[in-house]
């Protein structure tokens, strides 16, 4: 889509501790999305995806692991997930497409993480697909509902990601980036009604 070309902004080289702090908690948190909605009632291709999808988030965190020197906190349990398919397909799709905002980001200072922002490339791409096939069928409506209450907590968490003071001065242009680019890709996709 046309969003996937645009410049990132360029954050200057004392954002990256606190970017890399943010993507040590972001993996691990896709790691274990994609761990619990394994055990969820999923079409057999996204089950077949989403084996390989775990060892990329799995490689990702292990290399912010790495450059940090320490792992993220443990959790006792998985995230708990939507259980409905469509609903569920949109919440990955959201999370994916913000990870994949922020990895454009982390490549202005981090060029050498650039198969990071590739393997995000896929899987965004994957759960697009996926969300078309959705509205393509009966539960269209539902993944509709879901995107616009998805959206409506963005903003939110966004801010949350960009909390540390660091990024203080730039929060609110990149906040504003992240969100236009989000709620084009979640029109062109048919999940929002242009
Ligand atoms: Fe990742
Ligand atoms: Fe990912």
Redesign the pocket.
């Known amino acids: 889509m046309s969003g996937d070309h645009d410049t990132s902004i360029q954050l200057p080289p004392e954002c990256e501790p606190a970017l890399l702090e943010r993507f040590l908690k972001a993996?691990a948190m896709?790691l274990w999305t994609?761990r619990s909605a394994q055990q969820q009632d999923v079409p057999p291709n996204v089950y077949v995806f989403l084996r390989k999808?775990e060892e990329?988030?799995q490689q990702?965190l292990a290399q912010f692991e790495a450059m940090i020197g320490r792992q993220p906190r443990e959790r006792a349990r998985l995230p708990s997930v939507p259980r409905q398919w469509p609903v569920l397909a949109v919440q990955i799709f959201g999370?994916?497409s913000l990870?994949?905002e922020f990895a454009r980001l982390l490549l202005t200072l981090r060029p050498d993480l650039a198969s990071i922002l590739e393997?995000?490339v896929v899987?965004?791409a994957f759960f697009e697909r996926e969300i078309r096939r959705i509205l393509g069928s009966g539960v269209a409506e539902q993944a509709r509902q879901s995107a616009v209450a998805w959206l409506r907590k963005l903003p939110t968490t966004v801010n949350r990601y960009l909390a540390a003071a660091v990024f203080d001065p730039f929060r609110p242009a990149l906040a504003e980036r992240i969100l236009v680019v989000i709620e084009r890709r979640f029109t062109e996709t048919g999940l929002l009604q242009k």
């Open positions: 993996e896709a994609v999808h990329d988030e990702h999370y994916e990870g994949l393997d995000e899987h965004v």
